[in-house]
């Protein structure tokens, strides 16, 4: 009886801590980016659905989803569009999140990076994904155009950079302009 009794305290005191480790993580997860003005939002389902019925992209072809959070953009156009992806974010619990996600899913070829993504090798990748907040996409603009392929498409979702024009927009039933695709 009492070896159960102590059975009991051992199983209550793993589950507290458990709870306080979870705890602890999910409020330091987003402090961890917001402190850099750069919190983990997940593209609107809305969104990317517009890329769905507006794009046409190369299978097996790369992309870099810059800032890519738990990779639910990633997931997105590996499974509409075939691409091989590769994701670079400083939030190691998002990652860590959404590598449980894949391997729930049985999704295999998608890469994560813990890293801050200008350590990215931008020339590698045929297409740049990045939904990011204006302050960040005026302060990599220039890192990204002198770097990406030639040929490379970026596709911005919902902030624009300053001084280059898009080729094309995708704009929503509202007609406000969501996505946003740029070339070199
Ligand atoms: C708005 S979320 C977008 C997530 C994902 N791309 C999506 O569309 O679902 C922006 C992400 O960028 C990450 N981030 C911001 N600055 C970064 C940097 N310099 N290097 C790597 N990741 C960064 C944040 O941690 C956050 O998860």
């Not at 589950?15 to 979870?22: E, P």
């Not at 990011?132 to 624009?160: G, T």
Request: glycine share 4%; proline share 3%; net charge positive.
């Amino acid at each position: 009886m009492s070896q159960l009794k102590i059975i009991l305290a051992w199983i209550i005191l793993i589950f507290t801590f458990a709870l306080c480790i979870g705890s602890v993580i999910l409020i330091l997860s987003p402090m961890l980016t917001w402190f850099r003005k750069a919190p983990y939002v997940p593209s609107f389902n809305s969104h990317l659905k517009l890329i769905k019925d507006h794009l046409t992209l190369t299978s097996w072809a790369k992309l870099l989803d810059l800032g890519c959070g738990d990779g639910k953009a990633m997931r997105f156009f590996y499974k509409e569009f075939g691409l091989l992806c590769e994701g670079y974010d400083l939030n190691p619990f998002v990652i860590l999140y959404g590598k449980l996600i894949n391997r729930r899913k049985g999704i295999r070829n998608i890469k994560f990076v813990v890293s801050n993504f200008k350590k990215a090798q931008l020339h590698k990748y045929d297409y740049l994904y990045m939904y990011l907040f204006p302050n960040q996409m005026a302060a990599i603009e220039d890192w990204v155009f002198s770097n990406i392929k030639d040929d490379a498409i970026i596709i911005a979702n919902s902030f624009k950079f300053l001084k280059h024009k898009p080729f094309d927009t995708i704009r929503n039933k509202k007609g406000q302009e969501i996505i946003r695709l740029y070339k070199k």
